[in-house]
């Protein structure tokens, strides 16, 4: 079997280079994103790897096929980007439904702790030798109200982390989980109870046309005053305007991004060199009280080996037996 290996940087090699040794796939690995452009290169193979920036519309997978590829490997859980309605019976669409749930929470729970209690600001402050505590209050998180939109493995990890803490917990999502709901510290409730009571409010949904820009500007209109959003899931959940426009207002009190709706041509690159075209992400960065990370949540040892060994699972179980667990369509 061979691999097309798209949008490759160096922490992907190892551990996939660990797994397909051992199943007998060779894997030519490309630096530049599957586009129109970009197709052709999977040419002589039987499958493509591809991750959260790769375009795999109907004209790319419309490509694959005439390519003869038989297979697209989904090295992420988010399918957003992929045209599944076109590619439904012409080819296969497998993914990694959970790599690290763990790895995702903790980077929320790192952003919201790293903000509240302004220690990149003490960071930077000390490496000065300005040990002044002026302007770094911060607030407990014992005792606060924090509302999850999306209660699946990443949800759940992160409600646990959250109530180590002592906080209470506000959930939603479309399709309720059986035994989370104590009646008390932890409680389902209808998104506009949750934006309404929370003080922090953290999203781990996926990004379909229900959840587009689900906290947009009326959203945050039922949000407390100072409400602290997270976003480690999509970048389209939150309308990057509307957020910019409740920072500005003092309605945001902070965000913590490590998502970007526009985040394609961005992200996973090197662009210090460069003046920044994005007008409303380069607001964000410069606003004192919005930490962005480069959609590097999932990024961990354990996460990058969880990955590896899934995918690769996944084409050989979709080759030798003509289905996976896993598949999207």
Do not use: W
């Not at 397909?20 to 030519?28: F, L, N, T, V, Y």
């Not at 003490?122 to 606060?144: E, P, Q, V, W």
């Not at 389902?188 to 996926?206: K, R, T």
């Not at 690159?269 to 949540?297: C, F, K, W, Y």
């Amino acid at each position: 079997m061979r691999l097309a290996f798209f949008d490759t940087k160096p922490y992907d090699k190892p551990s996939f280079d660990k797994y397909s040794a051992q199943h007998g796939i060779e894997i030519k690995y490309f630096e530049t994103k599957l586009n129109a452009d970009t197709a052709e290169l999977a040419h002589g193979f039987d499958g493509v790897c591809v991750f959260v920036n790769d375009t795999v519309d109907a004209e790319v997978i419309d490509k694959l096929c005439e390519l003869g590829v038989k297979v697209i490997a989904l090295r992420c859980a988010g399918f957003n980007n992929v045209d599944i309605r076109h590619a439904r019976g012409r080819i296969s669409v497998v993914r990694v439904p959970a790599y690290s749930p763990y790895a995702v929470a903790e980077h929320a729970i790192a952003l919201l702790l790293t903000s509240i209690r302004r220690i990149h600001k003490a960071y930077i402050r000390s490496r000065d030798f300005n040990f002044s505590l002026s302007g770094l209050t911060g607030f407990d998180l014992h005792g606060k109200t924090v509302g999850v939109i999306g209660t699946g493995k990443i949800g759940r990890v992160f409600i646990d982390i959250c109530r180590g803490f002592g906080m209470n917990v506000l959930a939603y999502d479309k399709f309720p989980a059986a035994d989370l709901d104590n009646g008390d510290t932890v409680r389902y409730a209808e998104l506009d109870e949750l934006l309404a009571g929370s003080d922090i409010i953290s999203l781990h949904c996926p990004l379909n046309e229900e959840t587009y820009h689900l906290i947009d500007g009326d959203a945050l209109e039922k949000c407390k005053k100072g409400v602290v959003i997270i976003n480690t899931s999509r970048g389209a959940l939150v309308d990057a305007e509307a957020l910019l426009a409740g920072i500005k207002s003092r309605k945001v009190g902070a965000a913590c991004l490590d998502v970007y709706e526009e985040e394609s041509d961005l992200f996973f690159e090197d662009n210090s060199g460069h003046i920044l075209e994005d007008d409303t992400l380069a607001r964000l960065i410069s606003m004192p009280n919005v930490i962005v990370t480069s959609h590097q949540a999932f990024l961990t040892e354990d996460a990058l080996e969880n990955i590896a060994e899934t995918t690769v699972k996944n084409i050989v179980g979709f080759f030798e037996n003509g289905e996976c667990p896993n598949e999207v369509c």
